[in-house]
């Protein structure tokens, strides 16, 4: 019987990039698919439509879900092939990329992060509603951010000097559950009665 083995930190990587691209692929073209219902029908109504705070019709027929003056889930579609395409290259056994392409993707990461930061606000403070699909985009983004940056880190590809950094590389987990759990509490503070009307 076979023996079974820790994976390495660059095996969870990989499954976190490649899981999470598909996941942000799908989601993204869900919502692409619902923008262009809606714009052929302002009165069509998404299936994730599902309560008076979960409704995705307002969200997707905002100003902010078209940020750069194209729907966002264009830059979904793009953004999460390429996290796809890394975590696909890293599970074939690629290595030794050069620290430019690391430095790239981790820009890329960063950006998402932020993006998805002002989306947040932007849903909560804004526009008042949470779209299913786009909550989905919010907690494949987070994880990607943290585990990207404690490669980086582990890597040497760049530095963090201090104990920062080696907190950082040595518990992106930790970092992506404490950003889970100041999502939620936003998320029920905002909408808290909503959330105490169900009780």
């Not at 409704?55 to 092939?81: D, E, H, M, R, T």
């Not at 849903?123 to 994880?143: A, H, N, Q, R």
Request: proline share 5%; net charge positive.
């Amino acid at each position: 019987m076979k023996k079974f083995t820790k994976p390495t930190f660059t095996q969870v990587y990989a499954l976190v990039l490649t899981i999470g691209g598909i996941l942000g692929i799908l989601a993204a073209s869900i919502l692409t698919y619902d923008k262009i219902k809606i714009a052929a029908n302002p009165d069509y109504i998404p299936n994730c439509s599902l309560s008076p705070v979960v409704a995705c019709s307002p969200v997707i027929a905002s100003k902010q879900a078209a940020a750069f003056g194209f729907p966002n889930p264009f830059i979904g579609l793009a953004g999460f092939g390429m996290v796809w395409a890394v975590g696909m290259m890293l599970f074939a056994g690629a290595k030794n990329l050069k620290k430019w392409f690391w430095w790239c993707f981790q820009a890329g990461s960063v950006f998402g992060m932020l993006f998805v930061a002002w989306l947040i606000h932007a849903s909560l403070y804004d526009i008042g509603k949470l779209c299913l699909y786009c909550m989905l985009v919010w907690s494949i983004t987070i994880p990607i951010f943290w585990t990207t940056l404690a490669f980086n880190l582990r890597e040497k590809n760049f530095t963090i000097k201090g104990k920062v950094g080696d907190f950082i590389a040595a518990n992106p987990g930790k970092l992506i559950a404490l950003t889970y759990l100041l999502v939620v509490i936003l998320v029920v503070t905002r909408f808290s009665d909503y959330f105490y009307s169900l009780i």
